[in-house]
């Protein structure tokens, strides 16, 4: 059987090279080196953050997620194979898990906030500019200054925030796990601290930015 020659391959892969690019930047980012910030915006959210309960959650949020993005596509067609075009950016609700300690002020600040968007006392829905936040992740490096402060390498924060599920707590004698409480959250977009934002004139007339902060 006749061979295929491949063009334009790539070559000169081995083992020191693939050490020496993992290690770059100080290795391999870890999952666990992260922190959870809820800034509080709304005026009534922030009346309830009065017992400082969101400097707590810095500790107690076990999982969360680096938000991801997409966009919403049409096909079309000129000639030839059908291709997409983008016409909406997308962005998907964000879960996070926290920690709960005995008293619930963890549950406390999760059932006020939703209070805050729809009171039960005659269920009429709250503004948005009542009840928002602003959510920071932080992704750590595995070293600290010389202060001993952990050293941040990455953030991300969700925009205009709030919560929109907070699931069941299950309860069982079949075990001593610790408890903990799920809430799902809503946003509308996410902003990274280092990346460009346009300006308004800019998004009226789509003009695409002239840089990003890749080059490092």
């Not at 400082?52 to 966009?71: C, Q, S, V």
């Amino acid at each position: 059987m006749a061979s295929i020659e491949i063009q334009n391959a790539p070559k000169d892969l081995d083992l020191n090279t693939f050490k020496s690019v993992v290690s770059n930047y100080g290795g391999l980012a870890k999952t666990a080196r992260f922190v959870v910030r809820i800034n509080p915006i709304g005026s009534l959210l922030q009346q309830a953050n009065a017992s400082g309960i969101t400097r707590d959650l810095l500790y107690l949020t076990e999982i969360a997620e680096m938000p991801g993005k997409g966009f919403m596509n049409v096909d079309v067609r000129y000639y030839g194979p059908n291709h997409k075009l983008p016409f909406q950016s997308t962005y998907e609700d964000q879960s996070m898990t926290f920690l709960c300690r005995h008293g619930a002020k963890e549950r406390q600040f999760f059932d006020d906030w939703m209070y805050i968007i729809n009171p039960t006392s005659h269920f009429d829905f709250t503004y948005r500019d009542e009840y928002r936040s602003d959510i920071d992740i932080f992704q750590y490096d595995d070293i600290s200054d010389n202060e001993d402060n952990p050293i941040p390498q990455y953030k991300l924060t969700l925009k205009n925030a709030y919560p929109l599920m907070m699931n069941p707590q299950p309860m069982t004698w079949a075990d001593q796990l610790f408890q903990r409480v799920i809430v799902n959250f809503t946003y509308t977009h996410w902003v990274r601290d280092d990346f460009p934002q346009p300006t308004q004139s800019q998004l009226v007339i789509g003009r695409t930015l002239d840089r990003l902060p890749i080059s490092r």
